[in-house]
C-alpha cells in the first residue's frame, strides 16, 4: 500500500515544515535587500537584527518539526 497518497499525519508534517522553509526563503530574501538597498541605518539594523532573530527561530521550530515520530497503522479489511 502506497501510504504517499494519503492524507497521512506525516504528510501534514512534511507541509509543515515546508510552508516553514518557504517562510524563512522570504525572511532572508527581505533582510538582503535590506541590507542591500541603502546605507545601514540604526533603525534599518534593527530590523535586519528582529529579521535573523526570526530566521533563528523559525528553523530551531522547523528542525524540531522535521524530527520523525513513530506511527502505528492496521490494515483493515473493508
Same mark, same amino acid.
Do not use: C, F, G, K
Given at each position: 500500500?502506497? /501510504? &504517499?497518497?494519503?492524507? =497521512?499525519?506525516?504528510?501534514?508534517?512534511?507541509? @509543515?515544515?515546508?510552508?516553514?522553509? =518557504? $517562510?524563512?526563503?522570504?525572511?532572508?530574501?527581505?533582510?538582503?535587500?535590506?541590507? &542591500?538597498?541603502?546605507?545601514?541605518?540604526? @533603525?534599518? @539594523?534593527?530590523?535586519? $537584527?528582529? /529579521?535573523?532573530?526570526?530566521?533563528?527561530?523559525?528553523?530551531? =521550530?522547523?528542525?524540531?518539526? &522535521?524530527?520523525?515520530?513513530?506511527?502505528?497503522?492496521? /490494515?483493515?479489511?473493508?
Amino acid at each position: 500500500m502506497n /501510504l &504517499a497518497r494519503l492524507h =497521512t499525519p506525516q504528510r501534514r508534517q512534511a507541509y @509543515q515544515v515546508r510552508w516553514s522553509v =518557504t $517562510d524563512s526563503h522570504e525572511l532572508q530574501r527581505v533582510r538582503r535587500r535590506l541590507m &542591500a538597498s541603502a546605507p545601514v541605518s540604526p @533603525q534599518t @539594523q534593527q530590523t535586519i $537584527d528582529a /529579521l535573523t532573530a526570526l530566521d533563528v527561530a523559525a528553523r530551531r =521550530t522547523r528542525r524540531e518539526a &522535521a524530527q520523525p515520530r513513530p506511527r502505528q497503522y492496521a /490494515l483493515v479489511p473493508r
